[in-house]
């Protein structure tokens, strides 16, 4: 069974830094991609971004990119969200999510499997 839980999320000042894990069960890094998303209050889903089980390539919405890093810790079974330079419209509950790979190495799109998510809050 493919389970997701994602942690870490909490309260920040705006410029401040949090690292979100995504920690997996239930399958290998190597057969599924792994996403995040955010919902904040009152606006719809959006991808944060994902990482490749193929080729470990990542890729980042455009309003995160240069602040946010993805990456993996297969040993672990866990993925991290290193958020830097948070704004407040950061604010939102995060969620990781999982996709059969299906030998691609395109990560970016809506995942078959999502964990309970974590809130972040970031403040000015």
């Known amino acids: 069974e493919v389970q997701l839980q994602a942690s870490g999320g909490g309260s920040v000042q705006a410029g401040g830094s949090l690292k979100l894990a995504c920690t997996y069960s239930?399958?290998?890094?190597?057969?599924?991609?792994i996403g995040w998303f955010r919902q904040a209050p009152g606006k719809e889903q959006e991808e944060v971004g994902c990482i490749s089980s193929t080729d470990s390539s990542t890729r980042y919405l455009h309003s995160v990119q240069g602040r946010f890093i993805i990456s993996s810790d297969s040993a672990k079974n866990v993925v991290y969200l290193q958020m830097n330079s948070l704004r407040r419209e950061d604010t939102a509950i995060y969620y990781c999510?999982?996709?059969?790979?299906?030998?691609?190495?395109?990560?970016?799109?809506?995942?078959?499997?999502w964990g309970q998510g974590t809130l972040v809050t970031v403040s000015s």
């Open positions: 239930g399958f290998t890094f190597g057969d599924f991609h």
């Open positions: 999510t999982a996709v059969p790979s299906g030998g691609s190495s395109w990560c970016w799109g809506m995942p078959d499997y």
